[in-house]
């Protein structure tokens, strides 16, 4: 209540507590009448702050606000006070305050404090009248600049004839460095304040949304939840990624417009127009507690992945206005979070140790391509440590490699609590003072939290960091803000037009559901079992048996965070049970789901399992789904997996209903079918399951139709497409490598299917890119790649195949995808590059270190009816984006190569760590997976097609640019 105090002047009558706490009641007349001096105060306010009188003199006590008063009036240089009502307080001079001071109930100043709202204090002046009290910034919830009256106003910024950066360079140029401090913390999650002395507005810039929106529920609205980031990588559809960001793109500008119009917010993670999204980090480990929300483990995938999201969720509507400020996030080299071992490190204090190798080959690229073809507004940098530097207070990432080297324009932002992290998580700097300018220094503009408001100031005025800095930093956050229209007539921005109906509207949920059903992968279905032909099952078996804890688990279809709310999510138990094929065959669907996540597998347990087992021996089974999985419990932000197996109870229950069924006497000949459904964001793996189980679907975390999607497939109304975005190794995996071990040459072993040696654990239980269909597909060369590949500025003329000569930089291949099934269908189709020739050769260096056994540069998906065939067209570039020329010995950026072609497939790293185009034998794969035709198994017919080039530099091996500085030094 105190806080929501307004401060008053004296009424017609006041209540006082004199210094006893008895209440007194005083007329202000009589009050003015006794002290002329002291008729001008307001109760309701402490006068904190200001220049206090002499130690002595400006702590006193008082019997009273009068008493109080009079000894100001008394004091020559004294002008205000401030006296406290508080009668609970011992005011002996004997008794000290915490602070060392005598206690004292009466403070008189000599300049003019700042207002704090205080119900226990009144405060006034004497020798004249109180200054008016200052004036209050605009709310969230204005229009700032939409009664601008021109070049007169004092709120400059508010033309908007002007740019963006130009209304934001005057908006800095009009603040005082307290005043900036404060705007550069994005004061989280709160709001960062107002400047009420230039009607600047507070604005809350957190929101964040991966496969929707989070929180919008706060407002009343549902968003439309698509399947974790995972999944929605498994659909291989990258025009689908387009049409989500479309949605989430229309969705939160409608949650923005009725956060302002409705005065609600802002709130938790949503309803600003800045959105920390998308993660996009190498999903290195498949312990990593957040892999669910970070796409995939192969590089190329991430980079076209959160390119192509970006392009969609930050366009732009018919007056230019973005729809959102989103990120890449989060740089570099982040993909730990901690586990409960308290002695282990944490995303807040790990320094990662990464080889130039696999920051140029790995952790790098997806990171170059987000920003060079994404053009995000921001770039969020990681808690951890790169190399023994903090990524957010390191100038070789954040301007020497992002700025200077890829052009990145828009602004950097911290994780949240990563300043922090600089001087109390790596202890790089010795207080957050230092953190602070270290990271303004190095390029981080923003901090996410409250760092920067406290500290920046003092690191100027200590030298520590150059005003022009702040400035420059405050420039590129604000341009941001004015860009997207949160100054501007909301009747001047077309994206205020759109209406809440959108959200969750029937068009939107079609994507929701056709994004789901795209996104489920058939693993197993070695026995044909699926799709489910419930005719054909013996009379009198019409029982469909759900068990385990994802049965009918709407929670676990969020993803890894609750607060995706949507209207409706469709568990795999009601989805079952609402499906045509079942309300026609009259089927019963039972749902018996008691066993839990996770936990011993104790007498309870036991219990559970063993009544699930009996349930399903029962002969009016049919079909047996094994719903099984983990969830945000076991996998989350802030808290890493210790193994990548099936929880042991949920394992036991898969075995006790296998086992028990194999060994269970039936009247009929056949047992039920059993069907595993996996319900996960990161890898999950378990052999049993592999070896025992005929039918496996991998349903990820589906959103809202995941329920829907599952049946669909299921009964064969949708044919399955999904590809795998990881690769799910053995559970051995986990206690052969270091989670810390950052190279991906990890143990000897490796890590994503890129550098894995199946020859250690064996090969994975399911490689990247795997998924089965209900259909066959073959693939045949429409026009194979040239065999012979001439790259440099010595080729014109020299490749083999003429059509290619005019384009000497380029490599294209056509191939034709027929559907020779009897369904109808999609595939997706990845194109994949291998270095034929080991690095060794290709290098001529004995030590240089041996590449990816496979690395994919293109994905397209088709759909085809059975019979059908399409022709799909591949294309790469030989040279990367950026070519350096050698002159005089010296290393010379040439832009040379059109920005669209970003990714550099043939590059390989020296010892020396450099990147190079190396002459050599190539091989390209068009189709298949990540373990095919590299000792794994081809998983469909004719699944793949082949073709091995001949790659010639005429001057030997092209030095590619660098992509990254480290230490001073480029690579």
Not at 585 to 607: E, I, K, L
């Amino acid at each position: 209540m105190e806080s929501m105090m307004m401060s008053l002047r004296m009424p017609a009558f006041v209540l006082l507590l004199a210094a006893n706490g008895v209440p007194e009641t005083i007329s202000a007349s009589d009050f003015s009448a006794k002290s002329p001096q002291c008729s001008d105060m307001e109760h309701g306010i402490d006068f904190d702050g200001g220049d206090m009188q002499p130690l002595g003199s400006g702590f006193r006590n008082a019997s009273s606000v009068e008493d109080c008063c009079q000894q100001c009036a008394s004091v020559s240089t004294c002008r205000y006070y401030s006296y406290t009502h508080d009668a609970t307080r011992d005011f002996s001079r004997d008794a000290n305050d915490q602070d060392g001071f005598p206690r004292h109930n009466c403070w008189l100043k000599s300049t003019f404090p700042g207002r704090k709202q205080d119900s226990k204090r009144t405060s006034g002046s004497v020798k004249g009248t109180l200054p008016p009290a200052p004036p209050t910034p605009p709310s969230l919830f204005s229009e700032p600049c939409a009664n601008w009256t021109g070049a007169s106003d004092i709120r400059t910024w508010c033309n908007t004839s002007l740019s963006a950066v130009e209304r934001a360079t005057l908006a800095v140029a009009a603040m005082t460095l307290k005043e900036k401090a404060t705007q550069l913390s994005t004061m989280t999650p709160g709001t960062s304040p107002g400047i009420a002395r230039l009607q600047w507005p507070p604005y809350g810039y957190h929101s964040e949304g991966l496969h929707g929106l989070r929180c919008t529920q706060v407002v009343g609205l549902n968003a439309t939840v698509f399947p974790q980031t995972t999944g929605m990588a498994a659909t291989g559809n990258l025009s689908l990624i387009a049409v989500m960001g479309d949605v989430m793109a229309t969705e939160a500008r409608a949650v923005n417009t009725k956060m302002l119009t409705s005065g609600q917010g802002p709130f938790g993670k949503g309803g600003s127009l800045f959105y920390w999204s998308p993660t996009m980090n190498v999903g290195r480990d498949p312990r990593w507690g957040r892999f669910q929300e970070s796409i995939s483990e192969d590089p190329w995938l991430l980079g076209a992945y959160s390119s192509t999201f970006l392009q969609h969720f930050q366009k732009a509507d018919s007056a230019g206005y973005p729809a959102t400020i989103a990120s890449c996030k989060h740089f570099l080299a982040y993909s730990l979070e901690g586990t409960k071992d308290p002695n282990g490190p944490t995303r807040h204090t790990f320094n990662a140790q990464v080889p130039v190798q696999d920051l140029l080959e790995t952790y790098l690229p997806p990171f170059h391509t987000c920003i060079t073809q994404g053009k995000p507004g921001q770039v969020m940098c990681s808690y951890n440590a790169v190399n023994g530097v903090p990524t957010c207070a390191s100038s070789d990432l954040l301007q020497h490699t992002l700025r200077d080297m890829w052009n990145f324009t828009g602004f950097v932002v911290s994780d949240q609590g990563a300043i922090h992290d600089i001087s109390n998580g790596h202890a790089y700097a010795a207080n957050e003072t230092v953190g602070s300018a270290d990271a303004l220094n190095a390029g981080c503009d923003v901090n996410d939290g409250t760092v920067y408001a406290g500290n920046v100031a003092q690191a100027v005025a200590g030298g520590l960091v150059p005003p022009s800095r702040v400035d420059e930093a405050l420039v590129r956050f604000l341009t941001q803000r004015f860009a997207v229209g949160s100054f501007d007539a909301r009747a001047d921005v077309p994206w205020t037009n759109v209406a809440p109906s959108v959200m969750d509207s029937d068009a939107h949920r079609a994507i929701a559901r056709s994004a789901a059903s795209q996104s489920m992968v058939l693993l197993n279905n070695s026995q044909h079992v699926l799709p489910l032909a419930l005719s054909a099952h013996a009379p009198g078996r019409s029982t469909l048996l759900l068990l385990g804890p994802f049965a009918d688990n709407s929670a676990a279809l969020r993803g890894g965070k609750p607060d995706y709310a949507t209207g409706h999510y469709v568990t795999y138990a009601e989805g079952v049970a609402r499906h045509p094929d079942v309300v026609a065959a009259g089927c019963t669907v039972v749902n018996q789901s008691a066993t839990p996540v996770s936990g011993p597998v104790d007498a309870r347990a036991r219990s559970g399992i063993a009544a699930a087992v009996a349930r399903a021996q029962q002969d009016d089974v049919a079909v047996v789904v094994l719903a099984v999985g983990i969830d945000a419990s076991i996998e989350s932000e802030g808290h890493d997996r210790t193994d990548i197996g099936l929880p042991a109870v949920q394992e036991a229950l898969v075995m006790a209903v296998v086992q028990g069924l194999e060994a269970t006497p039936r009247a009929t000949s056949t047992a039920p079918d059993v069907i595993v459904v996996f319900t996960n964001g990161g890898p999950l793996s378990c052999t049993y399951v592999k070896n025992n189980v005929a039918t496996v679907i991998e349903a990820f975390e589906g959103g809202e139709f995941a329920g829907t999607a599952l049946a669909d497939v299921l009964f064969g109304t949708v044919n399955p497409s999904g590809v795998l975005p990881f690769s799910v190794f053995p559970e051995a995996y986990t206690d052969a490598v270091n989670m810390t071990d950052m190279s991906m040459h990890a143990a000897g072993i490796g890590r994503t299917y890129r550098y894995y040696n199946a020859s250690v654990l064996g090969p994975p239980l399911w490689p990247f890119g795997h998924g089965l269909s209900y259909t066959e597909w073959a693939l045949t060369w429409s026009s194979a790649p040239q065999t012979t590949v001439c790259a440099g500025t010595a080729c014109d003329g020299q490749n083999t195949n003429g059509a290619y000569t005019a384009d000497r930089n380029t490599v294209r291949m056509s191939v034709n995808v027929s559907n020779v099934g009897s369904r109808a269908g999609a595939r997706v189709v990845m194109a994949f590059l291998n270095e034929a020739t080991p690095r060794a050769v290709l290098h001529r260096e004995a030590t240089a270190p041996s590449g990816p056994s496979k690395s994919l540069f293109g994905m397209q998906k088709v759909y085809l009816q059975p019979n059908e065939w399409k022709v799909l067209t591949f294309s790469t570039s030989v040279l990367p984006p950026l070519v350096l020329a050698q002159s005089d010995g010296k290393l010379l950026h040439q832009d040379s190569v059109p920005e669209q072609s970003s990714w550099c497939t043939f590059c390989t790293t020296t010892a020396q760590g450099r990147r190079v185009i190396a002459p050599g034998h190539y091989d390209i794969i068009i189709g298949g997976d990540g373990a095919s035709g590299i000792g794994g198994d081809v998983v469909r017919r004719n699944s793949e097609v082949r073709a091995r080039i001949a790659l010639v530099t005429p001057n030997n091996a092209i030095l590619g640019a660098p992509l990254v500085r480290m230490h001073g030094q480029y690579y």
